[in-house]
């Protein structure tokens, strides 16, 4: 029933922030022959730091165990690089650079709740990660008890709307071709890790 009144807003509605645009289309390597391979292998290891995330296809029976991870992202400053592994171990070239870059102790790798991504790529691949920082629980604040989101660090470091599609989220990573809105949302977990990653230590510089 409309009284004429117009109804004050929860006081819990904070003002929309504006989107997070995230990596373009153009920044974005499938890696899939060994050219592509050895381009991401010298993009990677000229980095000191990298951004770094899986996604796995999901899982909905009862005691039904992954096959993951589907989907290995790394992010430099300007390019995502995207290794889709299916039931089958990847090819030789692509699993050389996964393995060197993951265990490498030079580069540090950096992402938002990373403890199954390293657990699920020992387990499928013998690739054991070092050198990692979880920004999950690193960049959280004293007084939170809950580790720290990719969508909730976006807000709070950058003032912008981090887009976390539930849909997107949950689709089949395994497929040998995925779709753009796959791609691109892969590709902004890994990416937007290391510009959190870069701001949050510049921050610290000051």
């Known amino acids: 029933m409309d009284s004429g009144a117009a109804s004050p807003l929860p006081a819990?509605?904070?003002?929309?922030?504006?989107?997070?645009?995230?990596?373009?289309?153009?920044?974005?390597?499938?890696?899939?022959?060994?050219?592509?391979?050895?381009a991401a292998l010298a993009a990677l290891h000229a980095m000191d730091v990298i951004g770094f995330d899986t996604e796995s296809k999901p899982t909905f029976l009862k005691g039904e165990v992954s096959t993951g991870p589907h989907l290995v992202q790394l992010a430099t400053d300007s390019t995502a690089w995207l290794f889709q592994i299916g039931a089958q171990p990847p090819a030789e070239a692509i699993l050389h650079v996964l393995r060197s870059v993951l265990e490498s102790p030079a580069i540090l790798k950096v992402g938002f709740g990373l403890a199954d991504d390293i657990k699920r790529l020992r387990a499928k691949l013998g690739i054991n990660t070092a050198h990692v920082v979880d920004l999950a629980t690193a960049m959280k604040q004293k007084n939170e008890r809950n580790s720290l989101g990719a969508k909730t660090a976006v807000a709070r470091f950058f003032g912008q709307t981090l887009q976390k599609s539930k849909k997107i989220t949950t689709t089949n990573w395994a497929m040998a071709r995925l779709s753009d809105k796959q791609i691109l949302y892969a590709a902004d977990d890994a990416h937007v890790a290391l510009k959190l990653y870069r701001h949050w230590q510049a921050l610290k510089q000051h």
Do not use: C, K, N, W
């Open 12 to 38: 819990t509605l904070a003002p929309a922030l504006p989107p997070y645009e995230g990596i373009a289309m153009a920044d974005v390597r499938l890696v899939r022959s060994e050219t592509d391979a050895a």
